[in-house]
Structures are given as structure tokens and as C-alpha cells.
């Protein structure tokens, strides 16, 4: 056993021992040290990480104000799911259920639940989707041994695991090169009698645009009338669903179309929250399957609980109720308009270095800004990604789409609340002396496209 640092050695009157040692990384440590130490070690490691400031690859919120930061750390000990112990904590979780459900048109009473994010909400309601599909299916005495899903191939990782995971047949529909969104014509050869529902996406994780849930909240509703099948949509609004509603009002996505049963949210991306909180909210009381809620009592009283969790922080849930009080309707709009002209001053100086094609500029999408490399270039989307961020350290995602538009390679930048005009200009210049650079020297070296971001963001 390593001897502890004594009191009178150098290393704890004078500095930090891990200075002059290696961290502790594989076996669980002897001894301890002093609570100084512990925070010098963890903080000069972090310093090392990305810097949020020229994040643009991620969807999730990197700045709260200082009261909102307050109301987080004064509360961190507090367990959301003891509902018996912090029962107003569990209040104002249902205030923003219904908060949302009023945003979203919901038609009468609800219900929803927190989630740690959008995964979790869509876990939760796929599920939902296919008890429900189980229970018609077993009220008419049919098979329910051979459900599917039906998707785009434009949705976020979390749809296909879903599938694998509660073992559900993924459908889903290819992307094209210039086609990054489904639409009805895409869904209907798809569906048949096993379909527990078809998931579509506001804001899509690729090209930050919309898949035509109008039109497939159309055909669904025919084949409601005319077969006599009830196939519900479940909306994945994980980042539209703060942004539709203040930029776009009067475009229908939401509980305004008869057959949306369900949407996700995540509290965290567009709703202004640090990480750890998403949303789901139902229609009705009814499309919750009344099978998924368990009740226990451990905690003092019983208590229903619909959640792949059970312990987790109450802090993220305080902070939604925060943002909601303190922006309302006019303050998210004012949030969104904002980034949003920030995206459209981004594009026009991309497009003024004549190097960029934009992606579905003109259309209904999230702040951010989706473009590729035109032709003819002697380097590509993610050479300038390296070159980027080896020149001034912007993190800008570059990727390839989806199957079966492959080939298109995609830049991505997000456009937060933090994106000053000036840093914009910053930014539009930065990209256009990285092309530069890039011109001259030529595509940047295998081992440094090693190291280029290539995820699509979280
Ligand atoms: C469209 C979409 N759905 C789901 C998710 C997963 O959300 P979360 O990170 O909140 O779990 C994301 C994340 O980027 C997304 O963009």
C-alpha cells in the first residue's frame, strides 16, 4: 500500500501532488487525499476538454443564466423519484407536463413524464406504441409476434436501438442524395397490420429540417377510415419541439393532427436546460399503456412510476420550470428568433465565399447551419473540419449522411444563444483562411483526419 502524503511532505504544503505523479486510473486507490488535491486533479484534467464556447457540433445547452445556476446547485442533493419527500418538486414536474402539453395543442387532459433526455422519453413511448399495438392485436385475437416500427433514415441513433433492444422490426425508409426528409409517399408501402405506429422527426439531428408529419398524419388517417387500422404517430421533437413552436406558430406538427399520439422533447437542447432532462407527453391519458406504470411504495406513499430510471437529480426538472416562468412564450420566441438570424448571418457569409453549398436553407429548420463543399475542390468537408480546429479550435462536426445518400458529406453548425454577431463574422472568416490554407496545401494528412469530429452531435 502506497504511503499516504504526510502533513509535513513538500507536495501538501507547497503545491499539488499530482504534479510530479500519474492520476489514478485503474486500481481503486489505497488511500485518499485531501479534498484540495481531488479538485486540482479532476479540474487540470477537464481544462483539456473541448471548449463550449466553440462547440458547434452539439445540439445540448452550454450556458444558463446565474439564477438558474443557482437554483441547480442549491439543489442537486434532492432525489426527484422520492415523490413522498419532495412532493412539489414532483408538482412541478406535472406544471411543465401540462406547460407542454398546452405548447403542443394537446386537446384535454394528459399525462407525460421527465425523462433524463429524448432517449429515454423515446424508449418510453415506442414502448407505449407497441403495448397498445399488443393489446388491440390481443382483444382480436391476433398474432403479436411480429411488430415494426416504421422510420426515416434520417432519425437520431435512438430509433434503431430501441428495436434491437425491445425487439421490435425496424422499417425503414432509405434517404437520397437531395432527400433527407420522409414524407407519406415513403411511409405507406410500409405499413401493414403489424405496425405498431411510424415515427417521424421535427428538427432531424442531420439537416436540422422536418419530415412532412402533415402529410404522413394524412395518409394515417385515411387508412384509419378506409381500413379501419389505427396506425399512431409519435413525433421525435427532441430539438424542434422548442423551436417549432416560437418560429414557426402556424405550421401544424403537433397534437393539432389527429393521429399524433405522442412527442419527445429534450428539456435540454432547444428548452435552454443544462443536461439530464427530456420530455414526453401523450394525447390522452389513454395512449399511456396502463401496463408500463408500475406502483410501489418503498418511499413512504404509493406511487406511480413510469420511467426506465428511478433515482436521478430533481435540479435539471427546477431549471425547465425556471426557463418556462422566466421566458414564457415571448422570451423563447425572442431566444429562437435570435439564434435563428444568427444561423441565416452565418449562411450568407458562407455563401459569399462561394467555396459552400447550403442544405434546405430556404425551409422550415432548426439555428444551425447545414452545408457542403461544392465541387472541384482538392479537399473535402472533413479536411476542413481538422483544419478548423487546428487553426482556431472550433469544434464543426463533419459526417456522412445516412444510408443510401452516403456519399453526401455534411458540415454542421449550431447557432446557440452564445454565438455572438461578432463571433459569427469571427467564425464565416475563420472557415474561409482554413479553406485557404487547404487550397494551398491540399487535403489534410491521414493521421489528422484520425482525429476529425465526426459524430453527428448529441
Ligand atoms: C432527433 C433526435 N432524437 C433523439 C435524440 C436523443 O436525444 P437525447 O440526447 O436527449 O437523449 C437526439 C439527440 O441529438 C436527436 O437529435
Known sequence: MKKPFGSDDPAVLYGNRFLIEDAPAADFPDGGMSALDAMRLVDEELALEGDPQRNLATFVTTWME??????????????????????ISAEIEQRCIRMLADLYHAPGETTGARTQGSSEAIMLGALSLKWKWKQRREAAGQAVDKPNLIFGGDVHVVWEKFCRYF?????????????????????????????????????????GHADDIAGINDLLAGIKKEREMDVPLHVDAASGGFVWPFLYPDSKWDFRLEQVRSINVSGHKFGLVYPGVGWLVFR?????????????????KTDATFTLNFSTGASMVLAQYYNFVRLGRQGYTYVMEAMQKNARALADRLEGLGDFELIGAGEEQLPLVAFKLVEGKNYDEFDLSWQLSAERGWMLPAYTMPPQAEAVKVLRALVKETLSRQQIDRLASDIGEACAT??????????ERKQVKTGTGY
Open 66 to 87: 446565474p439564477e438558474a445556476q443557482r437554483i441547480i446547485a442549491e439543489n442537486l442533493y434532492r432525489n426527484f423519484i422520492d415523490h413522498a419527500e419532495y412532493p
Open 284 to 300: 390522452e391519458e389513454s395512449d399511456l399503456a396502463e401496463d408500463l406504470v408500475f406502483y410501489e411504495n418503498y418511499l413512504g
Open 167 to 207: 425487439d421490435v422490426e425496424p422499417r425503414i425508409v432509405p434517404l437520397q442524395e437531395g432527400k433527407y426528409t420522409i414524407g407519406p409517399e415513403d411511409v405507406e408501402p410500409l405499413i401493414d397490420e403489424n405496425t405498431i405506429g411510424v415515427a417521424a422527426v421535427l428538427g432531424t439531428t442531420f439537416t
Open 438 to 447: 487547404l487550397e494551398k496545401k491540399g487535403g489534410a494528412h491521414p493521421s
